[in-house]
């Protein structure tokens, strides 16, 4: 089973875009990868819906999106047809056909206590070098937090950009906590600074 720090399995599939090979589809930008238990049911469908929704979002963010489930590629079809024929939303990013359940077991989405034939509610945040950074898991009667998986993917890449930590309930605009001192001379000039500073080792700054 992928672990954060890991690099992300690559795979070919059938999928509704067409066959892709993972590598070549994610190369280069970040990729949420995110699996639902099935076709035409209501919790995914809300999900599924989701994410199509905050395209713009995620192409902002430099971000693709890749779905998943074990079912043929006709369901997923007549799905997608469906869904845009009664709320108008279009699921255009590639939702991955796991009928041999060959994608699910390389990423362990398939967790026997939950289910040992439908996925679980995984994603996966994958940056532009293809590892893995950050996976949720969800139980098959939980929908996801749309807004938790935003804020994670602009999380992890203000992270990189400013070589940080950010605290708890972190949002977009909000100071981010500076790593602790190694050295005495770190710690001095620590003292010296103008960080917001609830102690020592415990300091924040802005990002700007």
Known sequence: MPRIGDLAP??????????LRFSEYAKGKWNIL???????????????TGFAQEKDFFAAHDTKLIGLSIDSIHAHIAWVQNVREKT??????????????????LYGMLQPGESETAAVRAVFFIDPNFKIRLIMYYPLNIGRNMEEIKRAL???????????????????????????????????ERLQSNYEMVDFYLAKRDLN
């Open 34 to 48: 995110f699996s639902h238990p099935a076709d035409f049911t209501p919790v995914c469908t809300t999900e599924m």
């Open 10 to 19: 690559d795979f070919e599939a059938l999928t509704t875009t067409g066959k």
């Open 154 to 188: 602009v999380a992890l890449q203000t992270a990189d950009k400013y070589k940080c930590a950010l605290p708890l309930n972190w949002v977009p605009g909000e100071k981010a906590i500076v790593p602790p001192p190694k050295t005495v001379v770190d710690l001095n």
């Open 88 to 105: 108008g939303v279009l699921f255009e990013f590639p939702i991955i056909a796991d009928i041999d359940m060959s994608v699910s077991k």
